[in-house]
């Protein structure tokens, strides 16, 4: 039995901060990082133990990257991200696979953060990040070249979102499988524009899975998949302008009145954190609605006096409904995971708001 992709994507850890402003990726930016940027990272640093976030007592290498990459596009917080790095690779193989086990997409997200921190990505916490991923990049001539999958007795999740993570990391790598992962990866996007995230079906192609019910859209795997085309672009990959326009195209269609953007279940912060650092300056009015929608989902003094959530200044629900239950109760285990992502992968957006 299959597992169900929110749950895949959980485990295997594959979401992560945007850093791509106005169409192009970016490194630290000119500017220092707005108040309410600044905020959400102060919060997100209260919250790592040795450089790890932790959840229900286990670390969450995943999410922790999600913090490292929000810090790294913010310019903030250096120590944080070193002690970051330093912990992944005192436990690599805890996020990556150890032994005979293997993990493409959380593989290729690691090496994006390594390069961006100008680490050696030949030897990280012993591993060679680089030549780890290639290994699990299928070659030849099948439906399946390009294509990055996992190495595991407990099943294979690699998807979309891992998928663009890969493209992403060989493009920092300058690896010579760029050009043949990233046009897998524009295999997964459909006619009207979005990418799927199951990567699954008789040809590998979304075109292939609409009989077979693999070809759903996915807000968070598009605004993924622009950041690694748009990347790719960038390291001379050709004749990606048009497919970048249709996913960019499509999300704007998407947004709500209210200016925000669907994740699994309804509005979500992590979702219109994604869209919002990814559209370009001809969607202004789109990104400024969405960025509003997340300034209402945060934690200030003022909106959380007298609630539980005063000591959590600066961290993000994924909605109001979480808004509000944490009023009430406090960030919780059980919920505490929701906020880290919000938080993380809105953070980047926030740092545009006053400037839009």
Not at 90 to 106: F, H, K, Q
Not at 238 to 246: H, N, Y
Not at 266 to 273: I, V
Request: glycine share 12%.
């Amino acid at each position: 039995m299959r597992t169900p992709a929110p749950l895949r994507r959980v485990v295997l850890g594959l979401t992560t901060s945007a850093v791509l402003v106005g169409g192009t990726l970016v490194g630290t930016p000119a500017e220092a990082a707005t108040p309410q940027a600044e905020s959400a990272a102060g919060w997100l640093t209260t919250e790592l133990q040795d450089g790890v976030l932790v959840l229900q007592g286990f670390p969450s290498y995943g999410p922790t990257l999600d913090v490292f990459f929000a810090f790294d596009s913010l310019g903030v917080r250096r120590g944080a991200r070193g002690a970051i790095l330093a912990a992944l690779a005192d436990n690599v193989g805890s996020y990556i696979g150890a032994g005979r086990e293997s993990y493409a997409g959380p593989t290729g997200k690691l090496l994006t953060a390594a390069t961006a921190d100008r680490r050696d990505p030949r030897d990280f916490g012993g591993v060679n990040l680089v030549a780890r991923l290639a290994d699990r990049i299928r070659t030849g001539d099948g439906p399946q070249r390009g294509r990055a999958v996992d190495r595991s007795q407990y099943g294979e999740y690699s998807n979309t979102i891992g998928q663009s993570f890969v493209v992403r990391g060989l493009a920092a790598a300058d690896h010579r499988l760029l050009r043949a992962t990233t046009r897998f990866l524009l295999k997964q996007q459909c006619p009207a524009g979005f990418f799927r995230e199951d990567m699954d079906s008789s040809d590998f192609t979304c075109r292939s899975g609409r009989g077979e019910g693999l070809s759903a859209p996915s807000v968070d795997s598009t605004a993924y998949a622009v950041m690694a085309l748009s990347v790719a672009r960038r390291n001379g990959v050709a004749g990606l302008g048009d497919d970048i326009r249709d996913a960019v195209s499509w999300l704007r269609d998407r947004q709500n009145d209210n200016g925000s953007f669907n994740g699994v279940s309804g509005p979500s912060a992590n979702s219109t954190g994604l869209v919002a650092t990814v559209l370009p300056g001809r969607f202004e009015r789109a990104a400024n609605r969405a960025l509003r929608w997340l300034s209402r989902r945060q934690v200030t003094a003022r909106n959380s006096d007298g609630t539980a959530l005063a000591g959590d200044v600066g961290a993000i629900a994924n909605n109001g409904r979480a808004f509000r239950d944490g009023a009430q109760d406090g960030i919780t285990d059980g919920t505490r995971g929701s906020w880290y992502l919000a938080t993380a992968q809105s953070a980047a957006a926030l740092d545009d708001l006053p400037r839009r």
